[in-house]
C-alpha cells in the first residue's frame, strides 16, 4: 500500500549547525505534506505545511523542500538549538482525503 | 498549551475495566480525529468525526467506542481492552476534514495490565 517513509530513524547534530531530515512519499496523488515535531510526552506539534503547487516555504528557522519528481520532501532546521531535540514526522494527504498518513519518524538529537 | 486538552495524561486499567478518555479543542475546529501512537510505528488512525458525523472507522475494534457530542469535545470510551491496547491515544482537530493541519493534543498514556 501506499506508504510514507523516512531515510534515517536517527539522526545527530551538533548546536548551531543546520539539519535536514528527509522524507519519501509513494502516493503521486498526494499534493499537501505537514511536518510535524513530537518532543518527549507531548503530541505531535504542527511546524511547516506545503501545497502541491509549490516546490519550497520557508519558517522561522525551517524550510521545506518539496520535489515531486521523485517524491521527496525534507525539512531543513537553521542553527539549531537544543530545543529543536525531538522526533519529526512527515504526513502526507490529498484533496477530499480527511486522513494523514504519517511516517515513522526521525529522532533529532542536538549535541551541546 | 495546543488548544486541544486531552485527559487523563495517563491511565492504567484492567482488561475488564471500563474507562473513557476525553478530549477538548478550543479552535473552533469542525473535525476531530482519534489516533493510536505505538512504539516504532507510525500514528495509526482509528476515527474521525465532522461536524459531530462520524465519517471514518479504520476497522477499529468494536472495544474502542467514540462519541462526539459537539463539535469541541470527543471521546473514546474503552472497555475489556486488551494489553496490545497499551499505547499512546492521540486526538487531534483541524477546520475542516481536508487538506488543513490537524492540531494534537498530548496524549492519554493507556497501560492495560
Known amino acids: 500500500g501506499e506508504s510514507v517513509g523516512l531515510h534515517l530513524p536517527t539522526l545527530s547534530v551538533q548546536e548551531g549547525d543546520n539539519s535536514i531530515i528527509n522524507c519519501a512519499y509513494s502516493?503521486?496523488?498526494?499534493?499537501?505534506f505537514i511536518w510535524y515535531k513530537q518532543e518527549s510526552g507531548k503530541g505531535p506539534q504542527f511546524i511547516i505545511d506545503?501545497?502541491?503547487?509549490?516546490d519550497k516555504r520557508q519558517g522561522q528557522r525551517v524550510t521545506v523542500l518539496l520535489n515531486k519528481t521523485v517524491k521527496h520532501l525534507s525539512l531543513q532546521i537553521a542553527a539549531t538549538q537544543p530545543g529543536d531535540s525531538a522526533v519529526y514526522f512527515c504526513?502526507?494527504?490529498?484533496?477530499?482525503?480527511?486522513?494523514?498518513?504519517f511516517g515513522t519518524g526521525t529522532r533529532l538529537t542536538i549535541i551541546p | 498549551e495546543t488548544g486541544v486538552t486531552q485527559t487523563p495524561r495517563h491511565l492504567v486499567m484492567g482488561m475488564t475495566n471500563k474507562k473513557s478518555l476525553k478530549c477538548e479543542q478550543h479552535?473552533?475546529?469542525?473535525?476531530m480525529y482519534w489516533y493510536k501512537q505505538s512504539a516504532k510505528k507510525p500514528l495509526e488512525l482509528m476515527f474521525v468525526?465532522?461536524?459531530?458525523?462520524?465519517?471514518e472507522n479504520n476497522s477499529v475494534p468494536s472495544r474502542f467506542s467514540p462519541e462526539c457530542p459537539n463539535s469541541s469535545h470527543l471521546f473514546l470510551h474503552l472497555h475489556t481492552l486488551q494489553p496490545e491496547d497499551s499505547a499512546l491515544y492521540l486526538c487531534?482537530?483541524?477546520?475542516?476534514?481536508?487538506?488543513?493541519?490537524?492540531?494534537f493534543g498530548d496524549g492519554t498514556r493507556l497501560s492495560i495490565l
Open positions: 504526513a502526507e494527504t490529498f484533496f477530499g482525503n480527511e486522513k494523514l498518513t
Open positions: 468525526y465532522n461536524f459531530k458525523e462520524q465519517t
Open positions: 487531534a482537530s483541524s477546520p475542516t476534514g481536508s487538506n488543513q493541519p490537524q492540531h
Open positions: 506545503i501545497r502541491s503547487n509549490m
Open positions: 479552535l473552533g475546529h469542525n473535525a
Open positions: 502516493n503521486s496523488a498526494s499534493d499537501y
